[in-house]
Nanobody, 113 residues
Framework: VQLVESGGGLVQPGGSLRLSCAAS????????MSWYRQAPGKERELVAT????????GYGGSVKGRFTIARDNGKNTVYLQMNSLKPEDTAVYYC???????WGQGTQVTVSS
């Protein structure tokens, strides 16, 4: 299993970013996929989850209404569109399937003016 996250960067409060996660080594189209994040000194937390066909999604309370998870089974890729970013969204963002596989390197998101 390989999970490669990309798309992070430095953005001002109120800005947007779109993260991508390219997956390989398993049957992506049948896997529930999620985005997680880990801020410095904090536990890794679940941000958003999407069902295998993309029809069902779920979000953590702190991102609901601002983040949108999506997937393209033809490209083995899951996305996280992040809008109205806040400084407290600063973290390393990771994707993973369920059951969990070894974590990728993640992508750093920094929200700061």
């Amino acid at each position: 299993v390989q999970l490669v996250e990309s798309g992070g960067g430095l953005v001002q409060p109120g800005g947007s970013l779109r993260l991508s996660c390219a997956a390989s080594g398993f049957t992506f189209s049948t896997a529930v996929m999620s985005w997680y994040r880990q801020a410095p000194g904090k536990e890794r937390e679940l941000v958003a989850t999407i069902g295998s066909a993309g029809g069902s999604t779920g979000y953590g309370g702190s991102v609901k209404g601002r983040f949108t998870i999506a997937r393209d089974n033809g490209k083995n890729t899951v996305y996280l569109q992040m809008n109205s970013l806040k400084p407290e969204d600063t973290a390393v963002y990771y994707c993973n399937k369920w059951p969990l596989s070894p974590w990728g390197q993640g992508t750093q998101v920094t929200v700061s003016s």
